[in-house]
């Protein structure tokens, strides 16, 4: 719980769910015997699990950093920026993970693209285990910056 | 060019490039023979490509209505919020679909999945030009998002 925007806000709850979608993300790892060869899945083969574990870590630092920042007018503004630079860049890594996922679970066959979960179970529930603390990232962050507007100009009394 | 928000502002831009996303899309077709059998590819045979689509004909239909919104005060900070949601929802499908086409394009050894642009070169260069403008809409509305902003609190004189 942080007092920085002046009021409750979300962030070391945020803070949290990047932390453990980075973990479980870090770690997800399973290997299957597919005709003899070993087949190894981790988290470090996709370009995009790679993005999402970057923008998580950069999130995770970011509500650190913002937690012993002084209180300021302004600096609620300059927060406001930041806060949604932050929700874009986690709604961009869920939704990208998401695609890959649903690619992996259900595989795509026009495309010719198998699903692989029938023989990494491990390693899907995995990613599907921080998949859904990122996407709890990416809605705390969202209200987070609904708290910031509060903070900045008045939604409810409309006054700024 | 729309006068909504108080000031000039992008908004017609961000159609042009959120229709012309869509029609792109939705006009990329290829097929090939492989093994005999007839491989065709369409953007509706992707969820994802779907989505993307979806999200393209929601931001071109809210630049629309929102040129014919009276200016007012008030208005500007409900705009603030629809805009943030529709830059949300931008980015969500851009970063989906970018995930989506860097598979198409090289592939994932590791999860068994052959890159399709070599077979279907036609559709792959009209996604690439539909992700294009796709990332021109979502990049433009961000811009109007600051625009709104701008509006609502002025940032440059931090006065609100």
Same mark, same amino acid.
């Given at each position: 719980m942080s007092l920085v925007r002046g009021i409750y806000d979300p962030s070391s709850e945020v803070q949290g769910a990047s932390v453990a979608a980075t973990i479980i993300m870090v770690t997800s790892h399973d290997s299957?015997?597919?005709? +003899?060869?070993? !087949?190894?899945?981790? !988290?470090?083969?996709?370009?995009? !699990?790679?993005? #999402?574990v970057g923008v998580n870590i950069l999130a995770s630092a970011y509500s650190l950093i913002v937690l012993f920042f002084p209180t300021k007018k302004m600096l609620g503004r300059i927060l406001l920026i930041t806060d949604i630079l932050m929700t874009l860049l986690l709604d961009s890594s869920i939704s990208a993970c998401l695609a890959i996922a649903q690619v992996g679970k259900k595989g795509n066959t026009h495309a010719g693209w198998l699903p692989i979960c029938g023989q990494v179970p491990k390693f899907c529930d995995r990613v599907t285990g921080s %998949?859904?603390? +990122? #996407?709890?990232?990416?809605?705390?962050? !969202?209200?987070?910056?609904? #708290?910031?507007?509060?903070?900045?100009?008045? %939604?409810?009394? %409309?006054k700024a």
């Amino acid at each position: 719980m942080s007092l920085v925007r002046g009021i409750y806000d979300p962030s070391s709850e945020v803070q949290g769910a990047s932390v453990a979608a980075t973990i479980i993300m870090v770690t997800s790892h399973d290997s299957a015997q597919v005709l +003899g060869m070993t !087949f190894e899945a981790k !988290f470090a083969n996709t370009p995009t !699990f790679k993005y #999402f574990v970057g923008v998580n870590i950069l999130a995770s630092a970011y509500s650190l950093i913002v937690l012993f920042f002084p209180t300021k007018k302004m600096l609620g503004r300059i927060l406001l920026i930041t806060d949604i630079l932050m929700t874009l860049l986690l709604d961009s890594s869920i939704s990208a993970c998401l695609a890959i996922a649903q690619v992996g679970k259900k595989g795509n066959t026009h495309a010719g693209w198998l699903p692989i979960c029938g023989q990494v179970p491990k390693f899907c529930d995995r990613v599907t285990g921080s %998949l859904i603390a +990122g #996407f709890a990232a990416a809605i705390l962050y !969202f209200l987070l910056l609904l #708290f910031s507007f509060h903070n900045v100009l008045n %939604l409810y009394t %409309l006054k700024a």
